[in-house]
């Protein structure tokens, strides 16, 4: 049986991933709970069935209030192409200050569209083939994305002052910091 403490970690976690889909915190919050399952099962591969399931209906309903905005956006990269990024020097490497707060800011300032491609092939590790029926978008559409959308990232986390605070949505007030973990191919 999950404890409290574990579900309430699934629902912030479910919160923040819709909220980053959305960019919008308002929807989010009403995703998250119309996407949360029952936790009344004791069975330990169910719990997790049911968590892994809760995520894949919130990702769902995120994408769909967001659908216009999601087509927008992808227009706009169709039509402009590739553009020029000013990346950090080759040296940079991501600060061990770096919170997920940190990390919040820095994927919200990207498009929509580039953005979502991000989360889903990379954060969420969903198969190309998938985030292209869920984004309605050709899988080349969806590659130029996510380069387009990590450039920005790589970009946006290069360029912000390090400095102490709460930032971002973090409501516990508690700093996560972001482990780097390798990308997938």
Do not use: C
Not at 5 to 27: C, Q, S, Y
Not at 70 to 79: G, K, N, T
Not at 99 to 119: G, H, N, Q, S, W
Request: aromatic share 8%; proline share 6%.
């Amino acid at each position: 049986m999950e404890t409290p403490e574990r579900v309430k970690r699934n629902v912030a976690d479910l919160h923040w991933l819709a909220t980053l889909l959305t960019g919008r915190p308002e929807i989010a919050t009403e995703l998250t709970f119309q996407a949360i399952a029952p936790a009344e099962d004791a069975n330990a591969f169910f719990s997790t069935w049911m968590h892994a399931w809760s995520r894949r209906i919130a990702i769902a309903k995120a994408l769909a209030a967001v659908r216009e905005d999601l087509a927008r956006s992808a227009r706009q990269m169709a039509v402009k192409g590739a553009e020029k990024f000013n990346f950090p020097r080759r040296s940079w490497t991501l600060e061990p200050e770096t919170t997920k707060a940190d990390l919040e800011r820095a994927l919200l300032r990207i498009d929509i569209f580039p953005r979502a491609a991000v989360l889903l092939l990379v954060f969420e590790r969903v198969p190309l083939h998938d985030a292209a029926i869920l984004l309605e978008s050709d899988p080349n559409l969806i590659r130029e994305g996510l380069a387009a959308g990590l450039r920005e990232l790589t970009t946006n986390l290069a360029g912000m002052p390090w400095k102490s605070g709460v930032t971002g949505s973090n409501t516990n007030h508690e700093e996560h910091y972001v482990r780097p973990t390798p990308i997938p191919s």
